[in-house]
């Protein structure tokens, strides 16, 4: 009986000094899937396909523990669970016509409402896909056209006309001498 005791306490303290505290059992009985490692600690804004090589702002401290990415490793989408693969596996983006796909591009594409007018913008990487150079996209289509094909634009004139009423008013006054 002292055999099996020692035993335990062995283990216990294997657990303990692998994890760095006394939670060190449950972790090592923790399995993670392919590509992943159990982590107390690890960001809330893991690198996906989609955000890889951009800035990632995160305010976020520790995501609550659990299986996480390897290093050098992103999760394939957003979708929680999705599969931790290598950066250089990650699905090509397919643009539609006119388009390019950029992992830097601009928070304010031009559109056709927009093209001509000087607007505000933040400056902040955008990946997905944009307009060629010469194109701007289609506010109600949502595609990708020539700047001189955009839809023209509607505009309301509006004409007020005030009218001003003059009003006499004449009197007169008949009386008996």
């Known amino acids: 009986m002292k055999l099996a005791v020692a035993a335990i306490v062995i283990f216990s303290t294997s657990a303990t000094l692998v994890s760095g505290h006394s939670g060190g059992l ?7 899937p392919l590509n992943e490692v159990y ?9 996906t396909c989609d955000n890889y090589g951009q800035p990632i702002r995160c305010n976020k401290r520790c995501a ?14 957003d979708t929680p669970g999705s599969a ?9 983006t397919t643009c539609a016509a006119n388009e390019v796909y950029q992992t830097c591009g601009t928070a304010c594409p031009a559109t056709c409402s927009t093209k001509d007018a000087i607007r505000p913008c933040i400056a902040m990487c955008v990946q997905g896909c944009f307009c060629e150079d010469g194109y701007v996209r289609d ?9 001189e094909d955009c839809p023209a634009e509607q505009t309301t004139t509006t004409t007020t006309t005030t009218t001003m009423a003059t009003t006499t008013t004449t009197t007169s006054s008949t009386g008996s001498d």
């Open 26 to 32: 449950r972790q090592m009985m923790q399995t993670c």
């Open 39 to 47: 982590k107390t600690c690890a960001s809330s804004c893991p690198e």
């Open 64 to 77: 609550p523990a659990g299986c996480f990415c390897e290093e050098g490793y992103v999760r394939e989408d």
């Open 84 to 92: 931790c693969i290598l950066p250089t596996n990650c699905p090509l």
């Open 139 to 147: 506010d109600d289509t949502d595609a990708c056209v020539r700047s």
